[in-house]
Structure formats: structure tokens, C-alpha cells
């Protein structure tokens, strides 16, 4: 079946450190993929996708790309900020919109002034 | 942006009674609504699957008459967690996708407590 593995935090960074979050996937055919991520008491908010192979998807600073050869959907970011201080989590949905999305366990982070 | 609600953010009720939690689109019609389940410092366990007027999709090992599901428009499904027991506490989301878009948006979620 379809799974999502992304690293294991927390994560603590300095400010204006260079971020990545490793994520790979399991999946038949050519699923979306997705970051997520949710501030402290606050719901989920979409950070950014890609819907096909070697599609970047990008948003506030944040970027991954689509990389079929690897499975992997790796988040990035040049600089981090202490407001990026979150829980990420890293998502597939299969090709049928209306299938249900598969999270990984997210990734805390901590970003120190 | 598509915003979605839920009510309450939080409630805390005691073992054996029922609790229901709404979820509700308030600028867009969503025909589909998903139901998920959050522990702490874990991630997001899909639950069920709502649909606006039929019955509810529910996923493997989720007891469908424990957690009862009604998405009676477009804009609206409520989810009932009856005779509430201790375990059941925790962090409930709601997401709904916009018309032809293949984005899920989420609610704050609601935390429930039973004593």
C-alpha cells in the first residue's frame, strides 16, 4: 500500500541555518505528494505540492521537488526563520482526487534566534 | 482563501457521555469530507470519509457506531463520538476538498477530553 517516510525530529536549527527535511514515498503509479505543516495551535495548513515528476513546488522560502527516480519529496529551505518553528508532515494522495491522504508522522522544529 | 471551521475548538466531557464536533466549509461547497484523528506528537490517522448524502466511509479498525458521521449538506458534516470513553480523547481534524480542486483543506481541529 501507499506510505509516506519522512525524518525523525525534533530538528534544531539556528537562525538563518539551511533546512532539509528528508521525505520518501511508497505508491502505485503517480501519486501527488505534499508538504504540510502546522504552527502551534493551529490546524494544517498546505505549504506546497507537486502533482508529477520533477515538479518543484515552492512557498514562503520553502521548496521540494518531485523526484520519481528516488521516491523522494525532500523539503528545503536556504535560510530558516524562528517563525518556521512547526510541525511538518510530508503527504501523498493517489492519482483519484478523492482518495484519502496518506501522512508521514511529521517532523517537529525548532528554530533558535 | 477556502476556510473551514470547526465547533467546538475544544470540549471536555465525561465517560459515557456523547459529544458532537462540526465541521463546516464557509466559502466553498465541499461534497467530500474527511475525518481524522491526531495524538500528541503523532501524526494524522484518517478516520472516515464523508460523503454529502450517502453513508460514511470508514477505515479499518474505526468502530462505525462509536464515531457516527453525518454530512447532511454541502457545507456541514458532524461527527459524534458517543458514549465517550477516556482512550477517545484527543485532537479531531476535519478536512474538505473545494469543488474541482485536488486540495484538501483543514480545520483548526477540536480537542476533546473525557474525564
Known amino acids: 500500500g501507499n506510505s509516506v517516510t519522512q525524518m525523525e525530529g525534533p530538528v534544531t536549527l539556528s537562525e538563518e541555518a539551511f533546512l532539509t527535511i528528508n521525505c520518501t514515498y511508497t505508491?502505485?503509479?503517480?501519486?501527488?505528494l505534499f508538504w504540510y505543516v502546522q504552527y502551534p495551535g493551529e490546524g494544517l495548513q498546505l505549504l506546497l505540492k507537486?502533482?508529477?515528476?520533477?515538479d518543484k513546488g515552492s512557498n514562503k522560502g520553502f521548496e521540494a521537488t518531485y523526484r520519481k527516480e528516488t521516491t523522494s519529496f525532500h523539503l528545503e529551505k536556504g535560510s530558516v526563520q524562528v517563525s518556521d518553528s512547526a510541525v511538518y508532515f510530508c503527504?501523498?494522495?493517489?492519482?483519484?482526487?478523492?482518495?484519502?491522504?496518506?501522512f508521514g508522522k511529521g517532523t517537529r522544529l525548532h528554530i533558535l534566534p | 482563501g477556502a476556510v473551514v471551521s470547526q465547533h467546538p475548538s475544544w470540549v471536555i466531557c465525561k465517560s459515557g457521555t456523547s459529544v458532537k464536533i462540526e465541521c463546516r466549509s464557509l466559502d466553498f461547497q465541499a461534497t467530500t469530507m474527511f475525518w481524522y484523528r491526531q495524538f500528541p506528537k503523532q501524526s494524522l490517522m484518517l478516520m472516515a470519509t464523508?460523503?454529502?448524502?450517502?453513508?460514511?466511509?470508514?477505515e479499518q479498525g474505526v468502530e462505525k457506531d462509536k464515531f457516527l458521521i453525518n454530512h447532511a449538506s454541502l457545507t456541514l458534516s458532524t461527527l459524534t463520538v458517543t458514549s465517550a470513553h477516556p482512550e477517545d480523547s484527543s485532537f479531531y481534524i476535519c478536512?474538505?476538498?473545494?469543488?474541482?480542486?485536488?486540495?484538501?483543506?483543514f480545520g483548526p481541529g477540536t480537542r476533546l477530553t473525557v474525564l
Open positions: 507537486a502533482t508529477k515528476a520533477d
Open positions: 464523508s460523503n454529502e448524502g450517502s453513508k460514511a466511509t470508514y
Open positions: 505508491a502505485t503509479g503517480y501519486p501527488s
Open positions: 503527504a501523498l494522495r493517489s492519482m483519484n482526487r478523492d482518495d484519502k491522504i496518506i
Open positions: 478536512s474538505a476538498i473545494r469543488g474541482s480542486t485536488d486540495t484538501q483543506y
